[in-house]
């Protein structure tokens, strides 16, 4: 399973941008995707989650602007971040689990079993 992250670059404070997690070998089906991310010096961290397709969560800090999707005929996940803040730089990575997830586990990293390589994101004040 290979997962594809891409869209990350460097914005001014406020604008939006798209990331794209494309899968090859591997079906999204309805297994759960999220996306983490890791700010130097910090723990990689809960961003958002899809489960069954249609359930999303999302961590507090980026509940309102951010925004997980998922394009089944493209086998792709989406994350789509408006106002974008100085604070929200930091390597954005995919993940996507082998088995369906209770939301308590959804925020551990270790609960997911495959990762894409990560894509940078950086937000200028």
């Known amino acids: 399973v290979q997962l594809q992250a891409s869209g990350g670059g460097l914005v001014q404070a406020g604008d939006s941008l798209t990331l794209s997690c494309a899968a090859s070998?591997?079906?999204?089906?309805?297994?759960?995707v999220g996306w983490f991310r890791q700010a130097p010096g910090k723990e990689r961290e809960f961003v958002a989650a899809l489960r069954w397709g249609r359930q999303t969560h999302y961590s507090n800090f980026v509940k309102g602007r951010f925004t997980i999707s998922k394009d089944n005929a493209r086998n792709t996940v989406y994350l789509q971040m408006s106002s974008l803040q100085p604070e929200d730089t930091a390597v954005y990575y995919c993940?996507?689990?082998?088995?369906?997830?209770?939301?308590?586990?959804?925020?551990?990293?270790?609960?997911?079993?495959?990762w894409g390589q990560g894509t940078q994101v950086t937000v200028s004040s």
């Open positions: 993940a996507t689990a082998v088995s369906y997830l209770i939301q308590s586990s959804l925020f551990s990293p270790e609960s997911w079993r495959y």
């Open positions: 070998e591997h079906t999204f089906s309805d297994l759960p």
